[in-house]
């Protein structure tokens, strides 16, 4: 008898470390490649405080997505390739799901390892604009929008302004830029534009080290006179050059920023001068909507959030994270939904966002109406290429403009094809797709 007892306590002793192990195991481990140091700081950590406390949020409230809960595991690159990629490989071992760089450097190293490890990436309206191409690059995915989408509706932008896009011709548009591969990514398609348009194109690149220091850059632009502005930065590059265009004279309405030179301390900065710079967006800003709500609920009053003040939760770049967490959620919800399980591996989580469609109905079920446009990506398109909205500082806060932009398709897409092929042809034994595609995609 006494045996029997010692032998039911070993086999108890034994199975409790297996169900332990068990239990650690139904997570669903997203590695976020974050910066809250260095001179991206600014922008780095509202956007990355929006993804955490999404996450939290649906953990704290619903225990996680489908019943397993997100293990949202930060890793810090202070926006440094060489460190991103470090992360990556230290991270590789605990079988992420998907790969979010945040940083369109790291994207670019990270592309090629994407396939071979059968982990996603998503670069969220950053990266490279031909992976949009999913026939070439089946692991890449950029939604809502790619960096020329965004080029090509400033282009539209100032062609409303100017009365058409015929008046274009003989203007002189300037890009404002960070000299990195993220500043860079617009160029081809503002010089094709240049060209179909008949308008001339002016770069004035902004040295990481210099991002602080553009008066020489900003006397240029006076200098020069050019009737539209670009604006291309990053963190401390932005306040920077909004200060330094006002201290010119140059004409904030003139002045258009890329959705990641739409921060609230971007044009915040400046005071008063910053009044009518306009910026693109890809997201509503503020709390008014049930998920944030939630978030301000399960999250940030019990103190579980690194906002360090509650006014924080709202801005621009907070709510921006908020958008990257909610497609990851529903990419991870399709997934479990076509393979039928609720711990789905990145090559699901692959299939979940190739067959994404987040209608304005599914919007409003989680909590977001009219926080973003809807997305729909299939297997040729991995990107949308959806509409895009105008905010304009008021001195301070962002209001959003009745002007909602449309990307220059006829010029953008057949450039992403080219691009893409080039990539592929380039990068010796790229591999052709053999990824299956869904009917519904």
């Known amino acids: 008898m006494r045996l029997s007892y010692i032998a039911l306590g070993l086999a108890v002793a034994t199975a409790a470390p297996l169900a332990a192990a068990s239990a650690q195991a139904a997570e669903l481990y997203i590695p976020l490649f974050t910066y809250r140091t260095g001179p991206y700081a600014g922008s780095g950590i509202p956007f990355s405080n929006g993804m955490d406390d999404y996450f939290t949020m649906l953990n704290e409230r619903d225990g996680g997505v489908g019943g397993v809960r997100i293990n949202a595991e930060e890793c810090e690159t202070g926006y440094d390739t060489k460190k991103g990629v470090e992360c990556y490989d230290s991270t590789k071992g605990k079988h992420p799901i998907i790969t979010t760089p945040f940083s369109t450097g790291i994207t670019l190293q990270l592309i090629p390892k994407a396939a071979v490890d059968k982990v996603p990436i998503l670069s969220m309206a950053y990266g490279l604009s031909a992976s949009a191409d999913g026939d070439q690059f089946p692991w890449v995915f950029n939604p809502p929008d790619t960096y020329w989408d965004g080029a090509s509706a400033f ?63 900003w006397l240029d632009i006076r200098r020069d006179r050019p009737d539209w502005i670009y604006l291309q930065g990053w963190g401390a590059m932005n306040p920077t050059a909004i200060k330094e265009a006002a201290k010119i004279g140059f004409p904030m309405n003139r002045l258009v920023g890329n959705w990641w030179a739409g921060n609230d301390d971007d044009p915040r900065p400046a005071g008063a001068e910053s009044k009518g710079y306009l910026s ?5 800003v503020g709390t008014n909507f049930p998920a944030i709500q939630d978030i301000l609920k399960y999250v940030v009053d019990k103190g579980k959030s690194q906002v360090t003040s509650k006014d924080k939760v709202g801005e621009n770049f907070y709510d921006r994270g908020v958008l990257n967490a909610a497609l990851i959620v529903e990419a991870i919800r399709t997934a479990q939904r076509l393979s039928g399980k609720k711990e789905v591996t990145g090559e699901d989580v692959r299939r979940g966002l190739e067959n994404l469609n987040i209608t304005a109905a599914r919007w409003k079920e989680i909590g977001l109406e009219n926080f973003a446009t809807p997305v729909k990506l299939s297997c040729a398109d991995h990107n949308g290429h959806n509409l895009i909205s105008v905010v304009q500082w008021d001195g301070t806060k962002w209001q959003k403009t009745p002007e909602t932009l449309e990307p220059i398709k006829d010029k953008v897409l057949p450039l992403i094809q080219s691009a893409a092929e080039s990539y592929a042809k380039a990068n010796t034994g790229w591999p052709k797709r053999t990824e299956a595609c869904d009917k519904s995609s």
């Open 280 to 284: 693109l967006d890809i997201n509503a």
């Open 155 to 217: 282009i539209r932008h100032a062609a409303n302004v100017e009365g058409g896009f015929d008046k274009l011709k003989g203007k002189t548009i300037g890009l404002v830029h960070l000299d990195a591969p993220y500043g860079k990514e617009p160029i081809p398609l503002l010089e094709a534009l240049a060209k179909d348009y008949g308008f001339t194109l002016k770069l004035y690149p902004v040295p990481g080290a210099q991002m602080q220091n553009q008066t020489s850059l």
